[in-house]
């Protein structure tokens, strides 16, 4: 039974490492992100799908199923980049508030490649499962950008550590 753990987590850490990436530019090149060479712009039908309400991100890419995301929603919600641990505070507390029950991961602000941002990485309960989200908030053009990446905990033995070389690679222009 050990030899077959290990024989899946080898598995998965090929399929991961397999994965090629492209960076490629959303938000009108205000933003690059690597993401994996098959995820395209999800199609409007999927997005008014898999996002029925009228808070649809501003554009989301996806795996061939859609079952597979990271969404970018820039927000008409004013921010400065001055104002990012203030807004973490915030945001912080609402998500600890909405999911009483998830378990948190990582609740911070860091500076990657030269930008401040919020990062919010915790599991919450859906319906039959539970998701792994990593969510990452900052200011472009003096708006609030969201960008999120999930997967089913089931799932994300092969797309956590895809999503996390993706959130890695975000950059903002």
């Known amino acids: 039974m050990k030899y077959i753990g290990i024989i899946l987590i080898l598995t998965f850490s090929a399929f991961s490492s397999a994965v090629e ?91 990657q490649n030269g930008s401040a941002f919020i990062i919010m990485e915790l599991i919450t309960p859906a319906i039959d499962t539970k998701i792994h989200n990593i969510i990452y908030g900052s200011s472009v053009d003096g708006r609030l950008l969201f960008v999120a990446f999930n997967t089913t905990v089931e799932q994300s033995k092969i797309w956590l550590p895809i999503g996390k070389r993706m959130m890695s690679s975000l950059s903002l222009k």
Request: proline share 5%; no cysteine; glycine share 4%.
């Open 21 to 111: 990436f492209s960076t490629v530019e959303v938000l009108n090149g205000k933003v690059t992100i690597d993401i994996p060479k098959n995820f395209t712009q999800m199609t409007k039908e999927v997005l008014a799908l898999k996002y029925p309400n009228s808070r649809r991100p501003t554009e989301v890419l996806s795996d061939e199923t859609g079952g597979i995301s990271i969404a970018f929603n820039h927000t008409a919600s004013k921010i400065q980049p001055s104002q990012i641990n203030d807004a973490h505070i915030a945001f912080s507390k609402m998500f600890h508030n909405l999911y009483p029950s998830a378990k948190w991961i990582r609740d911070e602000v860091i500076e």
